[in-house]
């Protein structure tokens, strides 16, 4: 297992790579520049800014000098926020972004979980039909029409809840949580009811069903683990997508969130943030993705097996 | 009655085969085949709706702006005075196509590349897995208007960006299951009787993937055909005055309080979609189950 | 199982709630302490004066810093700021300030002659790659020193004649210089401050950080928490702190104009950025209404790009204009919230009228379109209009795309681009009609005019006429009197318009909702919020009912 985990983490190296240097050329070649504004820049302050930014130089020169910044864990000075480097800019976003995923993941993982669980213990009737109704309607609600409707009801009609902010009033955690969640739970749902029957139908189940077991037994020790298995495929993934698709609810709810310097960033063409988040967010969606397959291996012991060997 | 019995006589003494099974299968879901009625409606809808739709599509009347549903336009009008209603039955079209060719596009990339993935493991499986998550981490957004600068803006270019992107977790779990699958009896006695891997994979691995593969693409259809208004927003998908389900309903929930027949009537059109489709997909599942039990 | 759902479920709930008490409202708060809540529009990019280029940077900083002058927010006339008083010289080509006695900075520094003058040579550097530094080019030498075509900053126009006289040369005389004394880009910046976090003109240094900053405004900085609030409190070494009546104000990046409008009715906010377009009707309705709204120094309008066809012919461009029912536009798709316009310089500027030289006309829009070889749309080659995505931007486009057609019988075809996308093919005039905007500076109609001189750098539309350029360039600034400069502009406009390079669309309107305890914050034409004068009254909170 843990030579597994050093091989994976061995490969991040390549991937994190080339991640960047797509990237870097990426943006470059994209139309629009980090000075473009609607009012015409004058050629002699748009060649200062530009070598105050380094980007007098052959592009070849900054890449390599902006992988060697790299190296020393420095991801460069921000061209939207003069004054603020990147690393300060994902400092100052993230914990109220990884706050945030981490209670929508787990509002997704209780909701849906559960709900697909119940569902699939009796297909097709009622049990089966209101859960997965409701979770149906959460993904037809996209989150910017998810969040303004709770917003309307809960802030505005009810004044149960803030209608915005993060920690500044008790309670406004709790809707922008929701509304996060929610897309995930219902996939969440549908993903296990779905593996909970492919699994519930395997000889094994029916081994244990025939040795007498209670169905909740059969379920919890042993349909869970095969059941799980797509939710866990999906979920590695789906934590790292958080961020990028945090920025519709931290918009909504004005959350000082990564999501939006993330999204911002490409939209102001801001190069260094550009690249800061994507290295930000390629490790987290590596790291993400190794923990799914762990999971993954940990719920199916052949896996495991065959891990060990590797 | 006897017909149909006859017919499964025939076929099984032709040696029924997975497919056939399915659909015998499949026509006993009544809820299937609601499913399947209502999207085959819709799809012949979308087909005939030059023909039948009430209004010119980008036909305004500025003064009547956003009206309430009445005789005259049945689901209301938008704030340009248009028909919703026309409105609705011209972004299907849009929508219906780009839903299903996109995710078509997304399924046959992210199935083939998991289950290769997923049996060969080894060296190819940790190569494969790292270009998805080098995908994963590239910033969609630029991407997309790099895509556009040089192809410039067409359908086309819409169902790959789309499928581009959708394939990736489809891969993942396609090569999830491969591998759970892989260890098991039925592929370890296929592999002794000496069948090639491409038959293994073909005849026994995705037809017992296929229950998570089709409720994740059923649950891709509708998605995509939100994130083609996101694309709309970036340049690349329809321009006005052509419309989709995904745009009506991004319009709609701007004015959800003032007019919210707007967001109400897309909404119903995309929610109804997705219980077809889940309904199909859940029957899909259950006819091609083969060792299920049928329930 | 069960358990671990109920554990999870419970240490969820306990999360969320973390202590739920029902809290007073900021509004309520802030009326009490006399704190105004301001709806900010997005996170500023930064705070030095001359860095920055936005609105929301502008807002801040003039809470924080004071230029010379200081705008009064009903009048628009310059007051008293950083200068006491100022005299101009016969020719009206210098001027003297004299500063304010007991002018400090936060830290307790005087506030001297020597800082602007330093403070103007910093903002000029080519350097710093100042944005706004061509707001300073009517000083004598200032554009050739921040072009780099002299290097010695001496010879700019701006000296110190003692601590406490500062002497300004103009290149010529310049109506509108002391509107630009309130602006950032001439304000003054603490030199010791500055020198100690880095050299004068980089733009990377932590000086404008909270502890770091000092600054001669009416407030300080306290607090600055990136992507959520600003909070500036009052700067006890102010010259006129007797005379603020805040005692603090918290800005807010209030980026989504929806979910800003929520937090004022639900009394988040004093004070909102932007009002949603649909939103207009349900407030206009209310007694008591909230919503404030004047015209604003500005131009809705399309660029027709003059060298390609079939906009070449400027019959097609007037037929456009022409088949182009504004009223209908503004009343409808905008709520008459925006007055029609026929012409790039917003009506009443300094009481100068544009002309206007064509109203909606469908006849005479179908004739110029004939006489150019497309009777009834027939052999149209097809037109396209780009604009960068936004909500009212495809509404106006989509509105005008049906009256094109109804008019005149072509097609145009619509094309959204993403902002960056957008402002390239702009630039590069890679486009046939392109939406575009302009906001004035300062209240002068030389600001928009301007604009269309040959080549100039914001024409965009390949437009160019010698006779329009000498009008502008040359007799306008040479002008007498304010009349015969506003005659002269007058002119020049006609020619502009004769020729349609641009389709005038609407001028704009500034559109705010204003709780009803904030007093002495009058709606004005250049948007303009003068810290100075807002307090607040501690009136009953009520419910903004919307229909």
Known sequence: MWRFIAGRLLQAIPVILAVITVTFFLVRVAPGGPFDSEKAVIPEVKAALEAQYRLDLPLGQQYFAYLQDLARGELGPSFKYPGRSVNELIAAGLPATAELGAYALLVAVVLGGLAGVVASLKPNSAQDYIPMSVAMIGICMPTFLLGPLLVLLFGIHLEWLPVAGWGDIPGDKILPSLTLGAAYAAYIARLSRAGMLEVMSQDYIRTARAKGLPEWQVVTRHALRGGLIPVVAFLGPAFAGLLAGSFVVETIFQIPGLGRFYVQAAFNRDYTMILGTTVFLSTLIVLFNLLSDILAAWLNPRLRAQYGEA | MTSANLTDVVQAEQGTSLWKDAWRRLRKNRLALFGLAVLSVFIVVALLTPWIAPYAYDAQNLDLGASPPSAAHWLGTDIFGRDLLTQILYGGRISLAVGFVATAVALVIGVTWGAVAGYVGGRVDAVMMRLVDILYALPFMIFIVLLMVVFGRNLLLLFLAIGAVEWLTMARIMRGQVQSLRQQEFVEAAVSLGLSPATIVRRHLVPNALGPIIVYTTLTIPSVMLLEAFLSFLGLGVQPPATSWGLLISYGAETMEEYPWLLIFPGAALTLTLFALNFLGDGLRDALDVRGSGD | MHRIVRVVSLALVAAFLGGCSAGESNVAQGNREGILHFGNGSEPQGLDPHVVTGVPESKIIDALFEGLTRKNPWTLEPEPGAAASWEFSEDRRVITFHMQPEGRWSNGDPVTAHDFVWSWRRALDPAMGNLYAYMLYPVENAEAYATGKIDDPALVGVRALDDMTLEVTLNAPTPYFLQLMDHYSSYAVHRETIERFGKATDRFTRWTRVGNIVTNGPFQLQNWQLNRRIVVERNPHYWDNDAVRLNGIVFYPTENIVSEERMFRVHQLHYTNDVPLNKIPAYRKMADTPFVEAPYLGTYFYLLNTE??????????????????????????????????????????????????????????????????????????????????????????????????????????????????????????????????????????????????????????????????????????????????????????????????????????????????VKGLPPNLMDFVNVKYIHLEDVPLTEFELE
């Open chain 3, 308 to 517: 390609r066809p079939p906009l070449d012919d400027v019959r097609v461009r007037k037929a456009l204009s022409l088949a182009v029912d504004r009223e209908a536009l503004t009343r409808n798709v905008l709520y008459g919230s925006n007055n029609p316009a026929y012409a790039i310089t917003p009506p009443g500027t300094l009481g100068y009228q544009p002309p206007q030289l064509f109203a909606f006309d469908p006849e005479e829009a179908r004739r110029l379109l004939a006489e150019a070889g497309y009777p009834g749309g027939d052999g149209w080659p097809g037109l396209e209009l780009i604009y960068n995505t936004s909500e009212s931007h495809r509404k106006i486009a989509v509105a005008l795309q049906q009256m094109w057609k109804d008019a005149l019988n072509i097609t145009v075809t619509l094309s959204n681009q993403e902002w960056k996308v957008y402002l390239d093919s702009v630039s590069q005039m890679n486009f046939q009609v392109a939406r575009r905007g302009w906001i004035g500076d300062y209240v002068d109609p030389n600001n928009f005019l301007d604009l269309y001189i040959t080549d100039g750098g914001n024409n965009n539309t390949g437009f160019s006429d010698p006779v329009y350029d000498e009008l502008i360039l040359q007799r306008a600034p040479r002008a007498a009197t304010q009349e015969a400069r506003f005659a002269l502009f007058h002119e020049a406009e006609t020619r502009l318009m004769e020729q349609m390079p641009i389709l005038p669309i609407y001028t704009y309107a500034s559109k705010h909702l204003v709780h009803p305890s």
